[in-house]
């Protein structure tokens, strides 16, 4: 028996958490706490929500409420979705405590005092018109390595290059779009660069880890460390601890990492031991396992480790077992890209252990994985149901029916020793993948073993053996029954419902973790009596969602834009150059001069195809296209965004949106039409059922899975209100 000590990548509290923390970060923690406990290890494992990060102060503000409320309306809604899917933490705290500002404070200064931090001033983005510096969430450019449009403003998510000040090429503020300038300002810089012959020399003795984890961080390492600023211009946040500098806070990502230390000290504190979590930070012996996103790599095997040596005493992490992404339709799950499935919904239809089966199967461990609605029913009916469901289904129910209770083994020790050496070889290969943190191989050698025991019940035909001879039969059952209890422990780290209700339904009063691991090699309890047997996992329908019906809808990226100026094309006549802010400043080349003046034009909210591959049209590039409603060549209207709607907003009707870039022949595939509410349909020229709200009226723009379509979808912004177009435009008619 020893200690492990378990650490899982802090969400952002900024929105609910979706399916892609679930199978990035979250469950692989979990199963993995859960075989430990299986095998008598003491386990703390730990985690919270980030509060301090810039993603929570960008909602605050796009609410008009405080950060701390945002922080804490979502860190309430995700340990909630987190508990109610079976993840179960020693601890699961958040950044915003009197502890951690202690602990991060604690070791500021004493990086500080010891000589790895100094001041420095650098040019740092400053927005001259909001008037403040730009944190790196407020700031979205080019990458200059990959190209991504959205890189951020310390840090590219694509491809994980990270930048000094300055760095990203087309800079610009994500609140007013206006380009920033660099201004100096003072702030305190870790000496990352005295960590990097250690860092090298500790990287070589971690060959154990993923091929993915070595190569980011080796590539870290070859491109040299350089200083980092830890403090930035910012009042949320943890304060420096110094006097002279208010205004400015410790940046999340030094701090967010020391929340792992001072969770293990908030929870040693709540056991009424303070002291207890030294045992898990500074015995050498003890293993400590850091579960997160491939995006964050860097922060747990470089500034982590760095901050952990510079501070000294403490272990360094033992493994980094970072998963790739989830990916939806080929975009990866992100919050802030709109592109998520968030588990609260989820749990609202779909029980915790087939969502967990799913991420678990078909987790991204060494490659991006898709999730797919077809697949998640495939999974549970022809898996889980079919296979560990029939097992312990069939075999509970038959043994109750027939004995109530567990019959005594009165069979050959040969074919007793069978079936307990298939137990054995199942549990070390189990236990052999788990060790190694390869979940999907651990999860599908459970399941082989189901399979094997359907094959072992079929074979036994108790069906035919309770007609001959009833003590025979009672042993071949007792075998059926040691082998779903083996099943009950193997899948509990990946299960813990269903694997919970198959263990009370043979009749065990005490947890399965009283009993553990050992007691795989244990016979059955000879006339335990059995609970009533009920299947422990539904069938679920084919699901026919939106994401389905609409997935041509879910190819774009439709955002309001603002209109900011109008000038004529210096090549064309009947063309504008228009300059249009969608969170970013586009230009937008529209053949509309025919229809609208220049007045008409500028301010004008409209609905922006933001995902089209750029186009030069007569010597001048486009980078979007304005939807407008088409009843012939002399009527022509722009579809029009509520009035409230900001610039940016998602014209999404609730659904993910495509990230891809999209050419103009696969929009004109589409079918989009417009149509006037009348009651709860919309008359395209044909009544058509749409997601009609109360007290709705007038003309809207539908999207139609197909031109013969009985069902629409009716076009809304990110807070629900539907896009319009003028009066006078007659149903049905295109948009384009």
């Not at 922060?299 to 982590?304: D, E, G, K, L, N």
């Not at 069939?394 to 109530?404: D, E, M, N, P, V």
Request: proline share 5%; hydrophobic share 40%.
């Amino acid at each position: 028996m020893g200690k492990v000590l378990i650490c899982a990548a802090w969400p952002y509290a900024n929105s609910p958490i979706h399916l892609g923390h679930i199978a990035g970060s979250l469950l692989s923690p979990d199963i993995f706490s859960r075989y430990h406990r299986l095998q008598g290890d003491e386990v703390l494992m730990v985690s919270g929500s980030d509060q301090h990060g810039t993603p929570i102060t960008v909602k605050a503000e796009k609410e008009g409420v405080t950060p701390k409320e945002i922080a804490e309306r979502y860190h309430e809604i995700n340990k909630k979705a987190i508990e109610d899917m079976g993840i179960e933490f020693s601890l699961f705290t958040k950044t915003h405590t009197e502890n951690h500002a202690k602990i991060v404070s604690e070791i500021f200064l004493t990086l500080l005092d010891k000589g790895y931090l100094f001041k420095k001033s650098t040019p740092q983005y400053y927005c001259p018109h909001c008037m403040k510096f730009l944190p790196d969430r407020y700031v979205e450019g080019k990458c200059p390595t990959c190209g991504n449009e959205r890189a951020r403003g310390d840090q590219c998510e694509n491809c994980g290059s990270s930048f000094e000040g300055g760095g990203l090429e087309d800079a610009k503020c994500v609140h007013c779009s206006t380009a920033p300038e660099m201004r100096e300002t003072e702030h305190f810089f870790l000496k990352l660069s005295a960590f990097q012959k250690p860092l090298t020399e500790w990287l070589a003795g971690k060959e154990e880890w993923k091929n993915s984890v070595q190569l980011f961080t080796k590539n870290w390492l070859a491109e040299g460390l350089h200083d980092r600023a830890i403090t930035r211009d910012m009042s949320w946040g943890i304060p420096v601890p110094l006097e002279n500098w208010e205004g400015k806070s410790i940046y999340v990502w030094f701090e967010a990492v020391i929340g792992y230390l001072s969770a293990s000290i908030e929870w040693a504190q709540k056991t009424g031991n303070p002291e207890a979590w030294k045992a898990f930070w500074t015995d050498p012996e003890v293993k400590s396992y850091y579960f997160l996103g491939k995006d964050n790599i860097p922060f747990h095997t470089i500034i982590w480790p760095a901050i952990l040596m510079a501070y000294g005493g403490l272990n360094l992490p033992y493994d980094v077992p970072a998963n790739e992404f989830l990916t939806f339709k080929g975009d990866k799950m992100s919050k802030s890209r709109g592109l998520s499935i968030d588990i609260a919904s989820m749990l609202e239809k779909y029980d915790a252990d087939a969502i967990r089966y799913y991420a678990a199967i078909n987790m991204p461990e060494n490659k991006d994985a898709d999730f797919s609605w077809s697949e998640f029913v495939t999974k549970n009916n022809n898996e889980l149901v079919a296979t560990l469901g029939n097992f312990y289904h069939r075999s509970l129910s038959f043994t109750h029916k027939h004995f109530g209770e567990i019959p005594e083994y009165k069979g050959s020790a040969e074919e007793e020793q069978k079936v307990m050496e298939a137990i054995a070889a199942a549990a070390d290969e189990v236990a052999e993948n788990l060790e190694k943190c390869e979940f999907k191989r651990a999860l599908k050698a459970v399941m082989d073993f189901a399979q094997f025991g359907n094959r072992y019940f079929d074979g036994c035909a108790p069906w035919s053996l309770i007609k001959k001879d009833k003590d025979e039969c009672g042993s071949a059952l007792n075998l059926n029954l040691r082998i779903a209890k083996a099943l009950a422990i193997l899948s509990n780290p990946f299960l813990p419902r269903s694997s919970k209700g198959a263990w009370e339904l043979l009749g065990y009063d005490n947890s399965i973790y009283d009993e553990g691991w050992a007691s795989l090699n244990v016979p059955l309890p000879e006339h335990q009596k059995l609970r009533s047997p009920a299947p422990l996992f539904t069938k679920m329908e084919a699901i026919v969602e939106e994401t389905n019906q609409f997935s041509g809808f879910s190819s774009l990226n439709l955002k309001v834009g603002k209109i900011t100026k109008v000038e004529d094309h210096p090549n064309a006549d009947s063309l504008f150059l228009l300059q249009v802010d969608i969170g970013q400043p586009i230009q937008v080349v529209a053949g509309l001069k025919k229809y609208y003046s220049h007045e008409e034009m500028l301010n004008r909210k409209v609905v922006v195809v933001s995902n089209l591959k750029p186009a030069k049209l007569r010597g001048c590039e486009s980078q979007g296209m304005l939807l407008a409603a088409d009843a012939g060549e002399e009527l022509v209207m722009l579809l029009s965004a509520p009035e409230d709607a900001e610039p940016g907003e998602a014209v999404n009707s609730g659904l993910p949106q495509g990230e891809k870039r999209i050419e103009f022949k696969d929009f004109q595939k589409l079918t989009l039409r417009i149509g006037t509410i009348e009651g709860n349909k919309v008359n395209i020229g044909r009544e058509l059922n749409c997601d009609v709200k109360e007290g709705e009226a007038g003309k809207v723009a539908v999207f139609l899975p197909a031109d013969d379509a009985q069902e629409g979808l009716i076009l809304r912004t990110a807070s629900g209100k539907a896009v319009s177009v003028g009066s006078g435009m007659p149903d049905g008619a295109n948009i384009r």
